[in-house]
């Protein structure tokens, strides 16, 4: 296979895959015009050989938003019909999987607080940032004994939930606030 790098190609000579089934919000799509604005188009467009778009049909938008009228492109020669419409759903589903060191994530966040970056520009909703910048819960002076109905030791449990189940975990846990184990058993559906 061949790939075909072109930094200036008209996006009306581009066409639409029809049965994507990736959505955009409005609120998506101005984040992702935000990013462009920002770091400019560094994602290209990946087409077919006749200007199909196979990948970027969300940038594709955020372009024209942004009143631009030619975007990088990469032209993928050779695939088959059938990889191109599984790879329209394999662009957008492959990084799904992907999770976040929430350690990491909080430090680089911070670091970019503290030079007044602007991290409304990374993407992650009010919220999500909030719970982001709130960080591991703290339970105070770690060395401290902790009596929970009978347990001489103090267990830290330390796991990633997909972040459309953390909202719900975060109520159960506030929920049975007094007595830890209802917390984390109601929490992890048990």
Do not use: C
Not at 5 to 19: D, G, Q, R
Not at 111 to 125: P, R, T
Not at 150 to 170: Q, R
Request: proline content about 4%; aromatic content about 8%; cysteine-free.
């Amino acid at each position: 296979m061949t790939n075909k790098y072109n930094e200036n190609t008209p996006i009306l000579s581009l066409t639409a895959y029809p049965a994507n089934s990736r959505t955009h919000s409005d609120e998506q799509l101005a984040k992702v015009a935000d990013s462009i604005r920002e770091f400019g188009f560094t994602n290209p467009v990946l087409v077919d050989e006749h200007g199909g778009i196979i990948a970027g049909h969300g940038r594709i938008t955020a372009a024209g938003w942004l009143g631009m009228t030619h975007v990088p492109t990469i032209t993928l020669v050779g695939l088959t019909d059938a990889q191109k419409r599984a790879y329209v759903i394999a662009d957008n589903q492959l990084a799904l999987g992907a999770g976040w060191d929430m350690d990491l994530l909080r430090l680089e966040i911070g670091e970019l607080q503290a030079v007044d970056y602007d991290v409304g520009l990374l993407g992650f909703s009010s919220e999500e940032m909030d719970g982001i910048l709130a960080g591991p819960l703290d339970y105070g002076d770690k060395n401290a004994e902790l009596d929970v109905d009978g347990f001489d030791d103090i267990i830290v449990l330390k796991f990633n939930l997909p972040s459309e189940d953390y909202e719900e975990v975060k109520v159960k846990l506030y929920e049975y606030g007094d007595s830890p184990e209802a917390a984390l058993m109601a929490a992890l559906g048990l």
